[in-house]
């Protein structure tokens, strides 16, 4: 079982509301409220329960959650007051209910607006964005799109609930407005479109009790913030029994630094090391023992990045094969890079120079080894794979590549998205800028080698180097 929460359609989110009212049996009126009872803590944890809020409202549910975590902070002394917009729309059940409480107008100043000139905010405000939720298929319009600019031009702190207003959660957004919230509270499940680039959607999970037994997913969320997750993925760890020793835990080769690039295969052995290889022996011209030096646990094979392969390195008796971190793109490096391809079936761990390789010459990537995986950023993303207009198209392509080629892809990025050769995706909630900087890719590429050393299963491998370096690293 993958430990990540599943990533829903706006249809499969509605079947799992509907799945829970009829299992627990609750009203949707109980479920909004407990699901704004949630929003509530989340929302005031984040900004602090002395702000001032403005809350802004539609005629439907996501509008009724909006008026709910109004009446609670009205409850709670905690300054807010409510704009609400039904346009040519009617109100929802729940949002009319909610309307009709006495005690939704107690302490909460609400203005009943028609036009989007009638929004008006404070410096000091923080709006909670509250118009529509996972329900919008296509751009909004007139009146809609008219408050969202007023929003997203306030210049104000901006959170919105469950998705950003004008969001389009399963299509590319193609300009069409939607809110620049600084921050998402998404309900239960992140949606598909929070992963596209493009869209810098920050968000985080609030788990409002919704039951999603009944829906499928392939694609999955590594969310660091939900005690589950971390439990289950500390669980995808290599099982290093109490007796084991450096032959139980597995043999690495790493491959590169290159004159000028050393640090990057120092970074990666330090990685591999850390992550609990067994062994860690490293592939590196004599230029590199300044760096590796400093590594006195890894093993240092001094030889040119060239054929012929020194006898000494038996390629047949490692475990784990990463080739890349300063390997260097040279006629003698695709060479080497050409004999490898030829001469092992086993998986391969390839980054930085080794993918730049493949892309200058695509024929050679149908000779990876089944079962690799390739560690692109987004540039040698594209330049291996070809250009793509948005977040949805890299993601569609990703997913065939991985299919065609039988190889694991992690596509490195803000939330990294490593797919297998199935065509699952699991998205990384770990990283962050602090890691967009050189050497960050070698240390990954390293952790990911030392941990398929011990388990020989890339997807685990891969899935707790990308989750524990984005947190800072592994130290077995």
């Not at 000139?117 to 509250?130: G, M, R, T, V």
């Not at 996972?134 to 609930?161: F, K």
Request: glycine share 10%.
């Amino acid at each position: 079982m993958v430990p990540g929460l599943k990533i829903l359609s706006s249809a499969q989110s509605k079947q799992c509301d509907l799945f829970t009212l009829q299992q627990e049996p609750i009203t949707g009126t109980d479920l909004m409220e407990r699901a704004s009872a949630r929003l509530y803590q989340h929302i005031t944890n984040y900004f602090g329960k002395n702000a001032v809020y403005h809350i802004v409202c539609g005629p439907g549910n996501n509008g009724g959650d909006g008026l709910c975590i109004a009446a609670l902070m009205a409850e709670r002394k905690i300054k807010v007051r409510c704009s609400v917009f039904a346009g040519e729309k009617s109100p929802s059940p729940e949002m009319q209910f909610r309307l009709n409480l006495p005690n939704t107008f107690k302490n909460t100043a609400i203005s009943i607006c028609n036009t989007a000139a009638e929004l008006q905010f404070q410096p000091h405000e923080i709006i909670i964005d509250s118009l529509f939720g996972t329900g919008i298929h296509s751009p909004l319009q007139g009146l809609w799109a008219d408050i969202i600019q007023r929003i997203s031009q306030s210049g104000c702190a901006i959170a919105s609930i469950d998705v950003p207003s004008g969001l389009l959660t399963e299509t590319p957004q193609n300009n069409a407005p939607f809110v620049q919230a600084n921050h998402t509270f998404t309900i239960q499940h992140p949606k598909p479109a929070f992963f596209y680039p493009e869209n810098r959607i920050a968000f985080s999970v609030v788990d409002a009790g919704i039951r999603s037994d009944s829906v499928v997913s392939s694609d999955f969320y590594l969310d660091s913030g939900q005690p589950a997750v971390r439990v289950a993925i500390q669980q995808w760890l290599p099982h290093r029994p109490h007796f084991g020793h450096k032959g139980t835990f597995g043999h690495t080769l790493l491959i590169g630094g290159n004159e000028g690039m050393s640090g990057a295969i120092a970074l990666s052995a330090k990685s591999c090391f850390n992550a609990g290889s067994g062994l860690t022996t490293v592939w590196a011209p004599p230029s590199a023992q300044i760096y590796l030096g400093q590594q006195p646990s890894v093993m240092h094979k001094t030889a040119g990045l060239h054929l012929p392969i020194p006898p000494e390195i038996n390629l047949h008796r490692f475990n784990s094969i990463a080739i890349g971190p300063g390997l260097g793109n040279n006629p003698q490096t695709s060479a080497l890079l050409n004999e490898l391809l030829s001469t092992l079936h086993q998986p391969l761990i390839l980054d930085a120079d080794a993918l730049n390789i493949l892309a200058s010459d695509k024929d050679w990537l149908n000779r990876i080894p089944k079962g690799s995986l390739l560690t692109p950023h987004p540039k040698e993303f594209e330049r291996l794979f070809g250009r793509t207009e948005n977040g949805a198209q890299k993601l569609e392509l990703l997913r065939q590549k991985c299919t065609e080629l039988g190889v694991f892809i992690l596509a490195k990025d803000n939330y990294s998205a490593l797919c297998s050769p199935n065509g699952s995706i699991i998205f990384n909630g770990t990283g962050d800028h602090k890691m967009a900087r050189g050497g960050s890719g070698d240390k990954l590429t390293g952790t990911i080698a030392g941990l398929f050393a011990q388990n020989q299963d890339m997807l685990k491998a891969a899935t707790c180097a990308m989750f524990y370096c984005g947190e800072g690293g592994l130290v077995i």
